[in-house]
């Protein structure tokens, strides 16, 4: 099993900023990849950027590439999503994942973080 807690969430006027964090615990040497996702009212969840947990690559939805950057501690057990540029649409609540595999559905998820953003 993997334990993941999201930080760092709040309330933001738009063009700010904001950094999340998540602390994973537990059987971490069996994660591949970690990702964010988020979950917006009255909204299917969806993905926002993962990356590898034993590498450089990254991937990023079309709606926040150039304004999100997905980092990693793995020292730490640590995955960062540092939000820059904010608009009201990014208004969700915003979930850490981890990944066993490559590719299909995350494994484990935390427990989110709400992030709103005024206009």
Same mark, same amino acid.
Do not use: H
């Given at each position: 099993?993997?334990?993941?807690?999201?930080?760092? *969430?709040?309330?933001? %006027? $738009?063009? @700010?900023?904001? &950094?999340?964090?998540? =602390? +994973?615990?537990?059987?971490?040497?069996r994660v591949?990849?970690? *990702?964010?996702?988020? %979950? $917006?009212? @009255?909204?299917? &969840?969806?993905?926002? =950027? +993962?990356?590898?947990?034993?590498?450089?690559?990254?991937?990023?939805?079309?709606?926040?590439?150039?304004?999100f950057?997905?980092?990693?501690?793995? =020292?730490?057990?640590?995955?960062?999503?540092?939000?820059?540029?904010?608009?009201?649409?990014?208004?969700?609540?915003?979930?850490?994942?981890?990944?066993?595999?490559?590719?299909?559905?995350?494994?484990?998820?935390?427990?989110?973080?709400?992030?709103?953003?005024?206009?």
């Amino acid at each position: 099993q993997v334990q993941l807690v999201e930080s760092g *969430g709040g309330l933001v %006027q $738009a063009g @700010g900023s904001l &950094r999340l964090s998540c =602390a +994973a615990s537990g059987r971490t040497y069996r994660v591949y990849r970690m *990702g964010w996702f988020r %979950q $917006a009212p @009255g909204k299917e &969840r969806e993905f926002v =950027a +993962a990356i590898r947990w034993g590498g450089s690559f990254t991937d990023y939805a079309e709606s926040v590439k150039g304004r999100f950057t997905i980092s990693r501690d793995n =020292a730490k057990n640590m995955v960062y999503l540092q939000m820059n540029s904010l608009k009201p649409e990014d208004t969700a609540v915003y979930y850490c994942a981890a990944n066993e595999q490559s590719a299909g559905p995350y494994d484990y998820w935390g427990q989110g973080t709400q992030v709103t953003v005024s206009s």
